[in-house]
């Protein structure tokens, strides 16, 4: 198995995303490994970052096993944790169903992050910068200020 040391392409192989992908599809390492024809050890090295290049068969063979291309697996992207909550039903989430939860707060936190980045369009009305002792205004005064900049009517906003 000297092929798995051989490295995918110029673009990193980004283990998060490895770990997203399987979390999306509710597998075990062992599910994944399985699916894809490699070792559990395998697959939980790239996860832990223990071997960083993994073969162009390797990552092809994780892409079709999880339904992902194999593009996703070089993402820069990283994840996030979410906190833990309280379930008032259930006192314990099992960890797969949770591990699908992250992964598709993960999955949708990315694509707003690239739709946020993808807008380059300029507000019409900024927000104005205003020093409230350089212009000797308190909190209603600026509050009317800006009320009359963007043109709001009384009442709440």
């Given amino acids: 198995m000297t ?9 990193k192989f980004n283990a998060a ?19 894809a024809g490699v070792t ?8 832990n970052r223990l071997q960083e290049n993994p073969s ?7 892409a079709n096993a999880l339904r992902f291309p194999i593009a996703f697996f070089h ?9 833990h909550f309280h379930h008032r039903k259930r006192s314990k989430l099992q960890a797969k169903p949770l ?16 739709l946020l980045r993808s807008w380059e369009r300029e507000p019409l009305k900024p927000i104005p910068e205003l020093d409230p002792e350089y212009f ?3 909190a209603q005064a600026l509050a009317l200020r800006m009320r009359e900049y ?3 009517p009384r009442g709440p906003v």
């Fill in 3 to 11: 092929t798995l040391l051989r490295p995918v392409s110029h673009e």
């Fill in 17 to 35: 995303m490895l770990q997203l992908a399987r979390a999306a599809r509710g597998l075990t390492q062992e599910e994944a490994a399985n699916a």
């Fill in 40 to 47: 559990q050890a395998l697959l939980s090295k790239l996860e």
């Fill in 56 to 62: 162009d068969d390797v990552v092809a063979a994780l």
């Fill in 75 to 83: 993402q820069s992207d990283g994840l996030i944790g979410l906190p």
């Fill in 99 to 114: 591990a699908r939860i992250h992964a598709v707060v993960n999955f949708r936190r990315m694509h707003l992050q690239r």
């Fill in 136 to 138: 000797g205004l308190n």
């Fill in 150 to 152: 963007w043109l709001l």
